[in-house]
């Protein structure tokens, strides 16, 4: 009998990736495909203070929260259908939740080095435009999502609307997604932290009928991740440090990868099956920064 594998799935800006393999091949308990238990029995929490990628960032979990580190979170996402070596800060696991359960779900930590974000356009952002714009995009991108093997996907609208606090430059929000291969609607739970020289990326996704659970959870993740003293959005010196070259509506959107023509999709992950993640957050980062290393030369070139 095929254990099913969680629905959670992970849905990251601009990310083109190779087709996954059909259920069978990847369910078969082998010892290169283990069963959940065996892949549970491997893992490691840890809990109370955490510190991230050499003191970049810091968690302070609360009793019901627990975390996995880098390598053990490459566990759970290859147990998930991904392929071994995705880079990661690491991932949230809720407590008392079995990672690799039906009702299991957790948060993907990464952190993207595209340099200061400045959040000056935060306060002029029609969200409802926004939303229309990321509608658009995302239907146009399912032709090609379609010619790759995949299922359509629709931006239904905001499961929560985004909101950006400019005090702490933390921002969430949320998205409604109807895959056509399911009748259930997915939940796109997302928080970002701005620092000094990048971002912090916290990802979640669930059933819709678990947005209540989800936005409680999530609303305490918010408040426990800080970057560390030295990384902070306050720690930023004009002049000397990198500024990333999009703002606030483009971190929600997605859309500065996708007008380059990387799989227009705003949502952004090409995902088959309802059954695995499709990872690739560092490859949107990287594709980000080459598309701005074109720009800068290309306006260098210019008499």
Excluded at 75 to 87: C, I, K, M, Q, T
């Amino acid at each position: 009998m095929l254990h099913r594998l969680p629905t959670y799935l992970l849905v990251v800006p601009a990310l083109a990736v190779a087709p996954l393999a059909a259920p069978a091949q990847r369910l078969e308990h082998t010892p290169e495909h283990p069963t959940p238990d065996q892949v549970e029995a491997q893992l490691h929490y840890q809990t109370g203070h955490v510190s991230l990628r050499g003191g970049l960032a810091t968690l302070d979990l609360p009793a019901d929260f627990r975390y996995l580190d880098p390598q053990a979170t490459d566990v759970v996402l290859r147990a998930w259908g991904n392929s071994p070596g995705s880079e990661t800060l690491g991932m949230l696991v809720p407590a008392g939740v079995r990672v690799l359960a039906p009702e299991g779900w957790g948060v993907i930590i990464s952190f993207s080095e595209d340099g200061y974000v400045k959040d000056d356009d935060a306060a002029k952002i029609d969200y409802g435009e926004l939303l229309a714009s990321m509608q658009k995009a995302t239907r146009e991108a399912n032709p090609e999502r379609a010619k790759a093997g995949y299922a359509q996907v629709e931006l239904v609208g905001w499961a929560e609307p985004p909101s950006y606090d400019s005090v702490a430059h933390k921002l969430y929000w949320a998205k409604d997604l109807k895959f056509t291969d399911d009748s259930a609607h997915t939940l796109n739970y997302n928080i970002r932290v701005l620092g000094r020289r990048g971002v912090l990326v916290l990802n979640a996704v669930a059933s819709m009928d678990r947005l209540e659970s989800v936005r409680r959870d999530m609303a305490k993740v918010i408040g426990f991740v800080e970057f560390s003293g030295g990384h902070r959005y306050a720690d930023f010196i004009p002049g000397t440090d990198k500024v990333a070259e999009y703002g606030i509506a483009a971190l929600i959107a997605g859309g500065l990868a996708a007008k380059a023509g990387l799989f227009k999709v705003l949502l952004g992950a090409l995902i088959a099956l309802k059954k695995f993640i499709a990872l690739g957050l560092v490859a949107a980062a990287a594709f980000l920064r080459r598309l701005f290393g074109r720009k800068s030369a290309d306006a260098a070139a210019k008499p």
